[in-house]
């Protein structure tokens, strides 16, 4: 049991460690307006921004990357993985019940 308990602080800590290396990465490779606005994205959609991570440490290690990443550029990478932008609103509909002929009111001291 207590191995168990060791193991689990273990991958805790590896974690940890993982996520402190992805982020100081991502400070040298994107600018301040950049990281913020994946921040806020990881607030709502936690897979896309580290998709979006996953993307530029990928190029950063291809050589593709020429510069700092800004917010424009980080909008065309989010487009890019998030499928091409924003969904089309939700459409609703009412579906109201007819019951015979209701619509007089007469019946109704309104």
């Not at 400070?27 to 921004?49: D, F, G, H, W, Y």
């Amino acid at each position: 049991m207590k191995n168990l308990v060791q193991q689990k602080a273990a991958q805790e800590s590896q974690k940890q460690q993982v996520s402190e290396q992805r982020a100081a990465i991502m400070e040298n490779l994107c600018t301040t307006e950049a990281r913020a606005r994946l921040s806020r994205i990881s607030m709502v959609k936690p897979e896309q921004s580290e998709k979006v991570e996953n993307l530029i440490i990928s190029m950063a290690q291809s050589g593709q990357l020429q510069g700092k990443i800004d917010e424009n550029k980080m909008k065309q990478l989010l487009e890019q993985v998030g499928g091409g932008g924003e969904a089309a609103p939700a459409k609703i509909s009412f579906a109201r019940k007819n019951y015979g002929d209701d619509d007089s009111d007469e019946e109704y001291d309104l």
